[in-house]
């Protein structure tokens, strides 16, 4: 048995970035994880994140994963974060499409539930899906292996206030991901 605390905070927001991403890096350390996923919008998430983990970067895989394009990014922010030490992902969000491979594999015909697979994640929190999401992205763009343990970080509109240690796949195998711990998400 394992007895771990989990950060719950009263309210989403990015008022809870530092403190996300502190224990989040805390748990990275204690288990020894190299990997590290990190959803940012507009930069200020991973800015924190590359200062909160900056004296790691020898030991740890930081990605950044931006949305499609990043045209929330300033153009000055986007070419600080590309000369930074983390590694830059811009891609599609996969439960946009294709998780929906994995369900018609296991379970035949032609439908997709991608949002219902997002709106399942959403029931504890916006983060919680978009924790879940950049680890299928990034292992599909070949930036994490599938089955290892990763520590990805989300939030609710800016800012981070989730985190949690995901056992990563590839969206077309999703059953084999696995949400293994809690760090922090908002009540």
């Known amino acids: 048995m394992i007895r771990r605390e989990v950060v719950y905070f009263d309210k989403p927001g990015s008022e809870n970035t530092d403190e996300t991403l502190k224990a989040a890096r805390a748990r ?5 994880i190299r990997y590290m996923v990190v959803a940012s919008t507009r930069g200020y998430t991973a800015f924190r994140a590359l200062d909160i983990l900056g004296d790691l970067r020898d030991r740890v895989d930081l990605i950044v994963v931006t949305h499609a394009g990043a045209v929330e990014y300033r153009v000055e922010d986007l070419e600080k974060l590309r000369s930074s030490w983390a590694r830059i992902l811009t891609c599609p969000h996969t439960l946009g499409w294709t998780v929906g491979d994995s369900f018609r594999s296991r379970y035949g015909g032609g439908f997709t539930v991608e949002r219902i697979v997002a709106d399942a994640l959403r ?8 924790a879940v999401e950049i680890v299928l992205m990034a292992t599909d763009a070949g ?10 970080v989300a939030g609710t509109a800016s800012g981070a206030d989730t985190a949690i240690i995901v056992t990563s796949a590839y969206s077309r195998e999703f059953f084999k991901l696995k949400v293994r711990e809690i760090i922090a998400m908002p009540r």
């Open 28 to 32: 990275l350390e204690e288990l020894g």
């Open 123 to 130: 029931r504890f929190s916006e983060g919680m899906k978009v």
């Open 143 to 152: 930036l994490i292996p599938p089955g290892v343990d990763v520590v990805s």
